[in-house]
T-cell receptor, first 116, second 111 residues
Framework: EAGVVQSPRYKIIEKKQPVAFWCNPISGHNTLYWYRQNLGQGPELLIRYENEEAVDDSQLPKDRFSAERLKGVDSTLKIQPAELGDSAVYLCASSLNAASAKNIQYFGAGTRLSVL | KQEVTQIPAALSVPEGENLVLNCSFT??????LQWFRQDPGKGLTSLLL?????REQTSGRLNASLDKSSGRSTLYIAASQPGDSATYLCAVGSGNTPLVFGKGTRLSVIA
């Protein structure tokens, strides 16, 4: 069974340009997460979806970041316009049931964004 | 606000050695604690999940313990191998609040 698939793996853009990341979660996983991981740091949650509903987006910089999860499956994360400080690895994860104490999150390989 | 600290930040050991990675957290009201492995340029792989009612979990050469009252967890790796070289991340879950990660311990096992 395929794991969490993300694309692209790498993206280099100039500041002020838009960029989008795509995630395909594990089949049947209702919960989808987007994290940002800066160099030398642990991942930090940007947004969490339960099916197609965003249930936690308190850490998402809404002035420039947006996300959607149409039909409760694939998701896209967009940045417009990108800033130098957005350079990081963007990780997508999925899980069966976020409310369970046994909830294991499965991560994709991530998209490494460099803003020049 | 939950804070997770991992010590040491980096560790280098010879092959075959047993080792311990440490994780501490400030708020003991947790659902679970997870240990992840991250290889360079890759995503995270879940190694062990300990529920708040449990004290330890084992998988192969890995053993993770949890002491909620003191806010500590350890990951014990027995008979280390070069293939164990990676960054190990500890993360604390508290119900519907986001997982809070430590900064990780970068492990190098030298052949």
């Amino acid at each position: 069974e395929a794991g969490v698939v993300q694309s692209p793996r790498y993206k280099i853009i100039e500041k002020k340009q838009p960029v989008a990341f795509w995630c395909n979660p594990i089949s049947g996983h209702n919960t989808l997460y987007w994290y940002r991981q800066n160099l030398g740091q642990g991942p930090e949650l940007l947004i969490r979806y339960e099916n197609e509903e965003a249930v936690d987006d308190s850490q998402l910089p809404k002035d420039r970041f947006s996300a959607e999860r149409l039909k409760g499956v694939d998701s896209t994360l967009k940045i417009q316009p990108a800033e130098l400080g957005d350079s990081a690895v963007y990780l997508c994860a999925s899980s069966l049931n976020a409310a369970s104490a046994k909830n294991i999150q499965y991560f994709g390989a991530g998209t490494r964004l460099s803003v020049l | 606000k939950q804070e997770v600290t991992q010590i040491p930040a980096a560790l280098s050991v010879p092959e075959g050695e047993n080792l311990v990675l440490n994780c501490s957290f400030t708020d003991s009201a947790i659902y679970n604690l997870q240990w992840f492995r991250q290889d360079p340029g890759k995503g995270l792989t879940s190694l062990l999940l300990i529920q708040s009612s449990q004290r330890e979990q084992t998988s192969g050469r890995l053993n993770a313990s949890l002491d909620k009252s003191s806010g500590r967890s350890t990951l014990y790796i027995a008979a280390s191998q070069p293939g164990d070289s990676a960054t190990y991340l500890c993360a604390v879950g508290s119900g519907n609040t986001p997982l809070v990660f430590g900064k990780g311990t970068r492990l190098s096992v030298i052949a």
